[in-house]
């Protein structure tokens, strides 16, 4: 079934600040702080497309008790694992998080990683339709390993 595309707000959230700026007036910042209470009160309750890189966010937490003999690397053993909506899908959890209502377009794997962002996309309530499965690449995966609370 066809996902109804009218109405969406798209959104661009990117607010780039660099070493130069800093020698804005402070009525820059209010506007700045203005537009971002302007999209947050647009936001609630429209439909957002949230186009990118759909990944999975791996955490690995684990206890370091020694350092491997071969390299200078600590090896942990992993006693708890965890999946998370990771890149554009993090976006749209905040998004939503905010009031409005994402909506995912992009490509993932026909892996099992990609299997399991579909299931955590669903559990979050968000539409599946504009997620395509593609054969042709694995489904980005960032792992984040940590150790003794590092």
């Known amino acids: 079934m066809p996902l109804p595309l009218k109405n969406l707000l798209i959104a661009d959230l990117c607010f780039i600040i660099s070493l130069k700026d800093y020698t804005f007036r402070a009525a820059k910042f209010i506007h700045i702080e203005t537009s971002i209470h302007s999209f ?9 497309l949230v186009i990118g890189d759909l990944m999975l966010d791996r955490y690995l937490w684990g206890k370091v008790n020694r350092i491997s003999p ?6 942990a053993d992993i006693y708890e694992e965890e ?3 990771g890149g554009a899908a993090n976006v749209a959890l ?11 377009a992009g490509y ?16 979050h309530g968000f539409p599946t339709e504009l997620i395509q499965l593609s054969n042709e690449r694995r489904t980005t995966v960032k792992v984040r390993i940590i150790g003794n609370q590092q």
């Open 70 to 75: 071969e390299a200078p690397v600590p090896i």
């Open 40 to 48: 947050l009160k647009a936001a609630q309750g429209k439909k957002v």
């Open 83 to 85: 999946s998370r909506l």
């Open 108 to 123: 993932v794997g026909e892996d099992e990683r990609g299997a399991e962002l579909i299931r955590l996309v669903h559990r």
């Open 94 to 104: 905040n998004l939503h998080a905010m009031g409005a209502i994402p909506i995912l």
